[in-house]
C-alpha cells in the first residue's frame, strides 16, 4: 500500500511541477515575447486535473481531508465503529458511482477532440478515474481494517 500511495504522490508532484512549468511558460510567451500558445494553457487544465485527483489519492490514504467528528467523539468506541463503518460503506458507494460515472464519460467522449492539443477528452477523465480508483482501493483496506477493528471490539466486549 505504501508503493501505490508513494506512486500516487510522485506522480501528483510531477503533474504540478509540469503545470506550474507550463503557466511559467504561458506567461512568458504571452507577456514577454508577445506569442501566445493555446495548447500550454489546455495542458496546464490537464494536468491541474491530474494533479488534482491524484493527490485526493493520497491525502485520502494519510486521512488529511477535512472531517466533522462531533458525534464520533461523542460515541463509546462499539458504536463509534458501527458508525465509522457505515459511513465508510456509505463513501465507499459513492466512490465507486463516480468511477462507473468517470468510465462512462471516458467512453461517450472518446471521439471528442479537445481544442488545441487535439487528444481524446477521454484523457481528461482519466485523471479522474485514475484519483478516485486510488481511493476505492484504500477505502477498500480502510473499510477491511475497521471490520476487523469492530470483530476485535466485539471479542472484548467494549
Known sequence: MNRLVQAYDWASLSCFVLMM?????????????????????????????????????????????????????RLEK?????????VECITGILMLCITGGTVYMMTYNYDAVSTALEISLAYFYLGIFLGV??????????????????ALSCRAGN
Request: with cysteine; charged share 15%.
Open 133 to 150: 480508483g486510488g481511493i476505492v482501493i484504500i477505502h477498500s483496506m480502510q473499510i477491511l481494517y475497521t471490520i476487523r477493528e469492530l
Open 21 to 73: 512549468s507550463c503557466v511559467l511558460l504561458e506567461v512568458v510567451t504571452r507577456n514577454i515575447i508577445m506569442v501566445p500558445t493555446t495548447w500550454v494553457e489546455e495542458l496546464s487544465r490537464l494536468l491541474f486535473i491530474y494533479t488534482v485527483f491524484l493527490g485526493a489519492a493520497s491525502a485520502w490514504y494519510r486521512g488529511t481531508h477535512i472531517i466533522i467528528d462531533v458525534l464520533p467523539r
Open 78 to 86: 462499539r458504536p463509534r465503529l458501527i458508525l465509522k463503518l457505515a
